[in-house]
């Protein structure tokens, strides 16, 4: 469970949110469907304390305000806290144009043609301070700049194991925990460990489902189930559906019966006030 809530996108419903649920004794859940569990995996038991995000020796915090990537790496990010974090640092979503994989967000930066990005639906959130080489009279012309976030195209070739690919370069091996050149680039890309090719249903947002694992559909419902006949079965469909009908229907018969009762009370009045006496009504 991550201690801020942000983007959907960048929510995870994985085993900790769905067992707090199930101990709340509100819910019954399906396990199986939990997504990965990428916040703090294998920084051990100390993970998470003042110490750990103070010193930066943790990669999932931060410090000050410069800008790197969000820690499933789908977003460029900005070094922020919030009253949760407790002074702890952490690299939230950029306010605009922060996801990798929307390639419509081309050419937002004027960097964009000098570090190499590459925005679209493979694309991830590196952190590196490449910069083209620019040639003037057969030479190279240094421009200095910082590590920040910056999106480039990426594919797995084994577990933990992955190929970048920035704008005009072929595809590199990026080894994980290390570092890489790009022929034509100056500065370096840091290669992330354990965060790329180990978790298949972190995914950018699709609107064709197939492209998803079954644990990470879309529908929250899917997740939260109910045991009928010793077998799993979604709490919205049908149950909810059924209730919602017969409480639909119970609600119109008692209105129908209702409004019979008040029309037979009115009828009741104007027939005893055409049978009033003649005398009565002279008086």
């Not at 003042?50 to 820690?71: A, E, I, M, V, Y």
């Not at 996801?99 to 190499?116: I, L, R, V, Y």
């Not at 290669?191 to 079954?214: A, E, G, K």
Request: hydrophobic share 30%; aromatic share 10%.
């Amino acid at each position: 469970m991550a201690a801020v809530l942000e983007d959907w996108t960048t929510v995870r419903i994985d085993p900790v949110t769905l067992a707090a649920l199930q101990d709340t004794g509100w819910y019954t859940v399906n396990l199986s469907r939990a997504q990965s569990l990428v916040w703090g995996d294998g920084e051990g038991a100390t993970f998470g304390s003042l110490s750990t995000c103070q010193d930066n020796s943790s990669s999932f915090f931060c410090s000050g305000s410069g800008r790197g990537c969000h820690f499933l790496h789908l977003h460029k990010g900005e070094c922020q806290t919030d009253p949760y974090l407790e002074g702890c640092g952490v690299f939230k979503p950029l306010q605009n144009a922060s996801e990798c994989w929307k390639q419509e967000n081309t050419g937002q930066s004027a960097e964009d043609d000098w570090s190499g990005e590459i925005l679209g639906f493979n694309s991830r959130c590196f952190f590196s301070n490449l910069t083209r080489q620019v040639p003037v009279l057969s030479q190279f012309v240094e421009v200095n700049s910082s590590v920040e976030g910056r999106c480039y195209r990426h594919r797995c070739t084994g577990p933990n194991r992955f190929q970048i690919q920035v704008t005009g370069s072929e595809w590199v091996d990026c080894p994980a925990g290390g570092t890489i050149q790009i022929k034509g680039y100056q500065g370096l890309v840091l290669c992330p460990d354990r965060r790329f090719c180990l978790y298949s249903d972190i995914t950018p947002p699709s609107d064709d489902v197939s492209m998803f694992p079954s644990s990470s559909t879309s529908d929250p419902y899917e997740t939260l189930t109910s045991v009928q006949d010793g077998t799993w079965s979604p709490l919205r469909p049908p149950t909810q559906i059924t209730v919602a009908t017969a409480l639909c229907f119970t609600a119109a018969v008692c209105l129908l019966a209702a409004l019979m009762v008040s029309y037979r009370k009115c009828g009741s009045c104007r027939i005893r006030i055409h049978t009033v006496p003649e005398d009565h009504r002279n008086l």
